[in-house]
């Protein structure tokens, strides 16, 4: 990261007491200060696949309105101005971006997840889950996703810092994560590692996030022998044995949750990973915890007890889940402490780095997208140049009419001879008025000159141009007229005035030809646009493909994400050799436009 770029002063923007309020870590010299249309704050965590940082939009008060705003308790005042000026902005303005390591993104299977990934977060819709708000590969090479970030801590967080959580909270955690689980599965998502850290306590509820191995429950299974996709703690059985997994595992890494909810310790702990993977696969559960459980509430021990039954068949359903903690009329809140710091963190208030006016143009640059590069314009360069060219067509003129007194009156030099009474290298050429038959202060030649032969032309000078950058209007050639084209001079003899001929070499194009497909405005984004959308991401996707040469059906490009364009979809990703779904993610997105 290039501390010292003027162009990145918002790279301290959150101070030590901020930090400290969000819960988050000041970033490291190895961390991005923009990703995509994003500006870096801090780090949120990380993983084996990437890590999550806090950030803000680059234009944060032109782009807030666009998204659905948040409570008026969470989200804080929003910006008014742009970033010349400092202006505060609440914790509603900041997103949680996730990056994908670099080792990963020339990974085939791996960028294949990712995209499932981008799907199954876009495609899920509910309370309890966090909603994505792009996704994209910047000009940086990073490969990221943003979703809204959420005020609050982490289930993790929360158990480490203030203990295990009453009967009736767990509960209510039973039912928000349920319902989240719900959500998921209504889609044909399995999140797949489903742990505390992936559950966040907020001001409106728990929230689900993190779908990072997620894939649709009719794909093929991504694990391989020897790799396992997860956290082992919180994994199913199926799962940790590398077996086909569904909705019924999310349901057991639930039971494995609120059995550390409740009583802070896993029921499948052990002293290394490949201890409790066997453990999970083999073992039942720790007696000890779900005896802790059932001391305080024996009906959520026996459901925690039914989740984690090793018979995915056997194990309740999402929505059985929430049936049963209704059955509990449950609406406990969150502790005390947890609820002050939860709070503290939703009214967070922020203040956005001044950017000096110098910068202004730079700052803008590296934040908006660039899709497709547009041709320089070189108009101001190209006129200096010309006006060199210019100068120096001027200073050659004067130096050729200078040396035209030693030329022969034929337009040849003449030989050198020496000087004799009727002959003087110095003496003035004839004029064209000479020729005409006007008075000349030089003496006829003594040698017959045929009445008929041609007037000679005059010495053609040549100039060779450097070739200049291209711009957007080329200008002509200046070329001085021939000397025969001129209105004879009828005044006395003068010295000749040579025609200039400026001759350049061919110019380039003024840009490269413009592809057909980059008349198409109605989007730049690459958010995964599928079957059944509608709007500007589709009318985009149909007016390229019909640039390309692809029927997207009878209607044209009419914004509707139908059968017809679907199967040109298709036909495009097999041409291009993309994984052929009929879904345009980031690199569809990217093969349209190339």
Request: proline share 10%; with cysteine; aromatic share 4%.
């Amino acid at each position: 990261m290039a501390e010292t770029d003027p162009a990145h002063p918002w790279t301290d923007e959150l101070s030590a007491a901020d930090l400290e309020q969000l819960g988050v870590e000041p970033l490291r010299r190895t961390d991005p200060v923009t990703v995509g249309p994003y500006r870096v704050l801090a780090r949120l965590g990380g993983g084996g696949m990437g890590r999550l940082y806090l950030g803000r939009e680059a234009t944060v008060p032109s782009t807030a309105a666009s998204r659905p705003s948040p409570p008026a308790t969470a989200g804080g005042p929003a910006p008014e101005t742009g970033d010349d000026e400092s202006v505060a902005y609440g914790a509603g303005s900041l997103v949680a971006v996730k990056t994908i390591r670099p080792e990963y993104v020339e990974d085939a299977p791996f960028r294949r997840r990712f995209e499932r990934e981008v799907a199954a977060v876009r495609r899920v819709h509910g309370r309890y889950t966090a909603s994505l708000l792009g996704s994209g590969f910047d000009n940086d090479e990073h490969l990221w996703m943003a979703t809204a970030y959420v005020p609050g801590l982490s289930l993790e967080d929360t158990v480490r810092r203030f203990g295990s959580l009453s009967a009736p909270v767990v509960w209510r955690l039973a039912s928000e994560v349920g319902q989240a689980l719900t959500s998921i599965a209504a889609v044909g998502i399995v999140h797949r590692d489903l742990k505390p850290s992936n559950v966040l306590l907020g001001q409106d509820g728990a929230r689900v996030i993190d779908f990072g191995v997620s894939h649709t429950a009719d794909a093929s299974a991504l694990t391989v022998t020897g790799q396992h996709l997860g956290t082992p703690a919180f994994m199913s059985p199926e799962q940790a044995d590398g077996g086909r997994v569904g909705t019924a595992s999310d349901v057991f890494s639930l039971g494995s949750v609120l059995a550390l909810a409740a009583t802070r310790r896993a029921p499948f702990g052990g002293e290394s990973a490949g201890e409790v993977i066997h453990r999970v696969i083999y073992s039942e559960p720790s007696a000890e915890v779900l005896e802790e459980v059932a001391s305080a509430d024996p009906a959520l021990a026996d459901l925690i007890s039914r989740c984690l039954d090793k018979d995915a068949t056997r194990r309740p359903t999402p929505q059985q889940i929430v049936n049963a903690v209704h059955a509990q009329a449950s609406a406990a809140q969150w502790p005390a402490t947890v609820n002050d710091l939860i709070e503290a963190r939703t009214a967070w208030v922020g203040r956005t780095a001044s950017v000096p006016q110098a910068d202004q143009l730079t700052v803008l640059r590296r934040a908006a997208p660039a899709h497709t590069p547009r041709p320089r314009k070189h108009g101001r360069r190209r006129a200096l140049v010309l006006s060199a060219v210019v100068a120096g067509i001027a200073a050659v003129t004067t130096v050729v009419a200078m040396a035209a007194t030693n030329s022969h009156p034929s337009g040849t030099a003449a030989p050198s001879q020496p000087s004799s009474p009727h002959t003087s290298p110095h003496r003035t050429a004839p004029s064209p008025s000479h020729r005409s038959g006007q008075p000349s202060d030089v003496p006829e030649s003594t040698t017959p000159t045929p009445t008929h032969t041609a007037t000679p032309e005059p010495p053609e000078i040549v100039v060779t141009i450097p070739p200049a950058a291209p711009k957007e209007t080329e200008e002509p050639d200046v070329t001085e007229p021939p000397a025969e084209s001129r209105t004879p001079d009828r005044r006395p003899a003068e010295k000749p005035r040579p025609t200039t001929t400026v001759t350049s070499p061919p110019r380039p194009p003024a840009s490269k030809p413009a592809k057909p497909w980059e008349s198409c405005t109605f989007y730049s984004g690459t958010a995964l646009t599928d079957y059944g959308d509608r709007g500007r991401r589709v009318s985009q996707v149909q007016c390229i493909l019909t640039k390309r040469g692809y029927s997207v059906g009878p209607d044209g490009v009419d914004g509707d994400f139908g059968p017809n364009t679907q199967a040109a979809v298709k036909k495009f990703q097999s041409r291009h050799h993309l994984q052929v779904d009929g879904q345009v993610g980031v690199f569809t997105w990217a093969a349209l436009r190339k």
